[in-house]
């Protein structure tokens, strides 16, 4: 007997056995054979109908199984006088009105295939209340498959109707940000440009280190504009790759000699390295440099003593004429607390609110360099050490230059 799951049921919107149920004859157990001939006789569309007894099912009659009977050899001379009781199935499978289909169809699958070909009988109370045909069954699973499918469709549609929505909301934030970053970058170049002007004109020392202020703190504002701006494009998905040829050699150097004063001025030990030697690479070089600088910039300004090193490699990789570029910038700093390494990656995250007086920076660096780095499909990680240091790493998969190949022949 299958009855309606409890309240912890997933009943909520599924219709129930009762709406399917059909009004069919029944028989009491005493009818002959020759009855229930005439009653399916009579209704070509009879399927199936249940023998009854003092208003409890007792069995069930299947149309096909019953001719099947009925046209043995002797089988009408054998059934038509006695009573339904020798052909009925005794062991029916019992439905409570109430059962959700889907939780019927669950369980006939599982436990009552039979009941696929036969049908089933509904109760109420354990009493007789009607039947459910093959077709029946059928139909409804048809229906309750045919409400689902639409309501995913429907479901489909009012996703990508919000995905629309939040595209459009992401462009027009993203323009009002390059709008209003060019309104504020004009004014923010000529205090810029002037107060570089007065840091090398022949200033009072008390306004000289006012003047360098002024271009410091304008600079870092700068620098946030840029990074706002970047977050904000990419938000939008307005930000294309643009690969170029380049040599590692040259994009090494370049690291070097921007960084090399910096490094200097804070007595840091400075080292860039590329391998192997004359490696030429297809990639987007300006996001590159742009993920480099801002790594770069962090090691320098979290490490007071000791030594910074980058290392670019070019490594195999499995398809032909590809491979990864992998940058490591290693520094032996402050470190980043164990707890802080999940969250380094956020937008707007910093591993210390307390650094956030001692050193400069919003928290966006890093959230805009995995951006950036997940844009050109390679990946993007640290290992760090509080007191000990850091080593941000990166993988990018790149296009081989043959040039690298002639290089390392002719090498
Ligand atoms: P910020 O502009 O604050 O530097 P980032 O996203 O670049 O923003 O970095 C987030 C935080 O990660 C930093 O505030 C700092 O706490 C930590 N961090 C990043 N790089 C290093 C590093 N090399 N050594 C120690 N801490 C680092």
Not at 150 to 174: I, N, T
Not at 316 to 323: D, E, I, K, V
Request: net charge negative.
């Amino acid at each position: 007997m299958l009855r309606a799951m409890g309240e912890g049921g997933d009943t909520g919107m599924s219709e129930t056995v009762f709406s399917i149920m059909e009004q069919a004859p029944i028989l009491p157990p005493e009818a002959p054979g020759e009855t229930a001939y005439e009653v399916f006789s009579a209704d070509p569309d009879l399927l199936v109908c249940a023998v009854v007894q003092d208003g409890r099912p007792a069995g069930l009659l299947t149309r096909d199984r019953f001719f099947l009977r009925m046209a043995d050899r002797y089988g009408r001379a054998l059934y038509s006088r006695r009573p339904v009781t020798f052909v009925m199935q005794t062991d029916p499978l019992l439905v409570s009105e109430d059962t959700p289909i889907e939780q019927l169809s669950a369980h006939i699958l599982s436990a009552r295939p039979g009941a696929l070909m036969d049908g089933f009988v509904v109760t109420r109370d354990d009493r007789y209340l009607g039947v459910v045909s093959t077709l029946g069954l059928f139909s409804a699973t048809v229906k309750a498959v045919a409400d689902r499918s639409a309501r995913l469709e429907r479901l489909a549609a009012d996703l990508s109707e919000a995905e629309r929505q939040a595209r459009e909301s992401a462009r027009a934030k993203s323009e009002f940000l390059a709008t209003m970053s060019h309104e504020i970058r004009t004014p923010l170049n000529g205090v810029l440009g002037l107060s570089a002007l007065l840091t090398r004109s022949n200033l009072a020392p008390d306004h000289a280190r006012l003047a360098r202020t002024i271009h410091e703190s304008g600079s870092m504002l700068l620098s946030l504009l840029n990074n706002i701006l970047d977050m904000s494009k990419m938000e939008a998905g307005g930000l294309a790759l643009r690969p170029e040829a380049f040599a590692l050699d040259t994009l090494a150097a370049e690291m070097r000699d921007l960084w090399s004063a910096r490094a200097r001025e804070s007595g840091v030990a400075w080292r860039v390295d590329a391998t192997p030697p004359g490696a030429e690479i297809e990639a987007d070089l300006s996001r590159i440099r742009q993920v480099l600088m801002n790594l770069i910039g962090n090691a320098l300004k979290f490490t007071p003593a000791g030594e910074v090193t980058v290392t670019l490699s070019l490594e195999p990789c499995s398809l032909p004429g590809r491979g990864r570029l992998r940058a490591e910038v290693r520094d032996t700093g402050v470190g980043i607390p164990a707890r802080a390494l999940e969250s380094i990656f956020q937008p707007f995250q910093q591993a210390d609110s307390t650094f956030v007086r001692k050193f400069d920076g919003a928290g966006l660096g890093l959230a805009i360099c995995q951006r950036l780095v997940s844009l050109m499909e390679g990946e993007i990680g640290v290992d760090s050490r509080e007191g000990a240091g850091s080593l941000f790493w990166v993988e990018i998969p790149v296009i081989r230059r043959a040039a690298e190949a002639r290089d390392s022949a002719a090498a």
